[in-house]
């Protein structure tokens, strides 16, 4: 979240929000002037995170039912976090959802906006998925400047798991 530069009253999201531990200390960090939007394809999972917020007290989460090509992220964002999600977006077959969904997510993104990827790495070892469904860093990398965003920090954050941190790519207009 620090890397993301998230403080008090910043709008922010989180896609494939599974569970909703992230969203919980995402809505903490932001306040009560902030908003934090969880996404999930998933309505089970939109459930689940609408029943923790709750238990939480928490009144400045917004619950987002997506697609898998499109978020449905209302723009104005000041940051965006997929967190150990990436490898379940990414469907080798057909790489123009991913594309697609992070083309969503840079146009809702503020002009210095950013997006955050955390995954695991690929290979062996640690906590995480299986090691043939970890996705590597360099994917995640192509199919964002696909979408028009750019590379603006990379960073080993633990043994296993990868940080990428974009921002929109300058020139580029989203509609």
Same mark, same amino acid.
């Given at each position: ?25 995402? +809505? @903490?960090?932001?306040? %009560? /002037? *902030? &908003?934090?939007?969880?996404? =999930?394809?998933? #309505? ?61 997510? +840079? @146009?809702?993104?503020? %002009? /210095? *906006? &950013?997006?955050?990827?955390? =995954?695991?790495? #690929? ?53």
């Amino acid at each position: 979240m620090d890397s993301l530069l998230i403080a008090d009253g910043s709008v922010v999201a989180e896609l494939g929000a599974a569970g909703g531990w992230f969203t919980l200390h995402l +809505a @903490r960090r932001v306040g %009560p /002037n *902030g &908003v934090v939007y969880a996404e =999930d394809i998933q #309505p089970q999972m939109i459930d689940a995170i609408r029943q923790r917020v709750q238990s939480e007290n928490l009144h400045n989460v917004e619950l987002i039912l997506g697609t898998p090509s499109d978020p449905r992220l209302p723009s104005g964002l000041d940051a965006a976090l997929i967190s150990d999600a990436f490898h379940e977006m990414d469907d080798p077959a057909d790489r123009s959802l991913v594309v697609t969904l992070l083309g969503n997510v +840079a @146009r809702a993104l503020k %002009p /210095n *906006g &950013v997006l955050g990827i955390v =995954d695991f790495r #690929p290979g062996g070892g640690g906590p995480g998925p299986a090691a043939d469904q970890r996705v590597d860093p360099e994917r995640v990398i192509a199919a964002a400047r696909e979408a028009g965003l750019q590379l603006i920090q990379r960073e080993d954050v633990l043994p296993f798991i990868f940080l990428l941190k974009f921002s929109k790519a300058s020139g580029r207009e989203f509609q």
